[in-house]
């Protein structure tokens, strides 16, 4: 089992910035891409960053420039520092992580509880 606890949510006003942290619990599994989604109210949830194993950053375009996810593999660690922010950011951001398993090498994908990000105007 893979628990993703989510950090550092919060109200910021706009052009602030806030850092996301989702530290992951693995014990037999490896994790293959981690990142970040995020839920606007009765809006899907959408694909904002993530990273690999090997590095590969994938940034969605509306936060490219402003965002940065960076990745602690000792601390199995993924962060993302948004700066900049707008209203339009305002959702509940997800952790996702694609693992494989060490014991049967199935691969398993995890949610993270989520946090709350509000930027006023």
């Known amino acids: 089992q893979v628990q993703l606890v989510e950090s550092g949510g919060g109200l910021v006003q706009a052009g602030g910035s806030l850092r996301l942290s989702c530290a992951a619990s693995?014990?037999?599994?490896?994790?293959?891409?981690i990142g970040w989604y995020r839920e606007a109210p009765g809006k899907q949830r959408d694909l904002v960053a993530t990273i690999g194993s090997a590095g590969s950053i994938n940034y969605a375009d509306s936060v490219k420039g402003r965002f940065t996810i960076s990745r602690d593999n000792a601390k199995n660690t993924v962060y993302l520092k948004m700066n900049s922010l707008k209203p339009e950011d305002t959702a509940v951001y997800y952790c996702?992580?694609?693992?494989?398993?060490?014991?049967?090498?199935?691969?398993?994908?995890?949610w993270g509880q989520g946090t709350q990000v509000t930027v006023s105007s």
């Open positions: 996702k992580a694609i693992v494989t398993s060490t014991t049967n090498w199935r691969t398993f994908q995890y």
């Open positions: 693995v014990s037999t599994f490896t994790i293959n891409v």
